[in-house]
């Protein structure tokens, strides 16, 4: 079973860029798709976009279209998430999930990431 | 794009049978997936295509979907269920995933 491995914890300064990473542990990306969700603390999922590594293909959310950019490295099974002009209400926890492609886009996420907690602070 | 909501709390006590409501426009016609989400934790699958259950989920769990609710029921609930659960669907429309607002499960 596939398991997402998630980069560590980070505190970045409003104005500036975050890349956030989640690495295949234990098998590869190639049978799914894998989305970024994030969650403000004491508010709920909030859905950021994704990538299908095995096309190279992603689409985002409206609400970040022109901020956020989901990248993957197939060689090394791990996909980035950038997101740029941070600002306090970027705060959160990013989670990493997974689809299976049999099943994409109506499918649901069975492999989620533990988070990463991007703090923005001056 | 496609709204989904939930109420905020439900408390409910051990051995009773606590209702959580996904309310979308025809979300009937949808695909509904639930997730629990226990505090500092990632979320976990505990509904699928509306009433599946993935394996290691109890069958206390269940789920529905019809006209503009989804609704997940857990049957004699237990102090361990205490947690936050979240429904999901994909909007074709948008082609973007939707999250419900979240219900908050209290255990008395």
């Known amino acids: 079973q596939v398991q997402l491995v998630q980069s560590g914890a980070e505190v970045k300064k409003p104005g500036s860029s975050v890349k956030v990473s989640c690495r295949a542990s234990g098998g590869t990306f190639s049978s799914h798709a894998i989305s970024w969700v994030r969650q403000a603390p004491g508010l709920g999922l909030e859905w950021m976009g994704e990538i299908i590594p095995m096309f190279g293909t992603s689409s985002d959310a409206q609400n970040f279209q022109d901020r956020v950019r989901i990248t993957a490295d197939e060689s090394t099974s791990t996909v980035y998430m950038d997101l740029s002009s941070l600002k306090s209400g970027d705060t959160a926890v990013y989670f990493c999930?997974?689809?299976?492609?049999?099943?994409?886009?109506?499918?649901?996420?069975?492999?989620w990431g533990r988070g990463t907690l991007v703090t923005v602070s001056s | 794009s496609y709204v989904m909501t939930q109420a905020p709390s439900v408390s409910v006590a051990p051995g009773q049978t606590a209702r959580i409501t996904c309310g979308g426009n025809n979300i009937g016609d949808k695909s509904v997936h639930w997730y629990q989400q226990k505090a500092g934790q990632a979320p976990v699958l505990v509904i699928y295509?509306?009433?599946d259950r993935p394996a290691g989920i109890p069958e206390r769990f269940s789920g529905s979907n019809s006209g503009d609710t989804a609704t997940l029921t857990i049957s004699r609930v237990e102090a361990g269920d205490e947690a936050d659960y979240y429904c999901q669907v994909f909007d074709g429309n948008t082609d973007h995933y939707v999250f419900g607002t979240g219900t908050k499960v209290t255990v008395l």
């Open positions: 999930a997974a689809i299976r492609l049999a099943s994409h886009p109506n499918g649901y996420f069975d492999i």
């Open positions: 295509y509306d009433t």
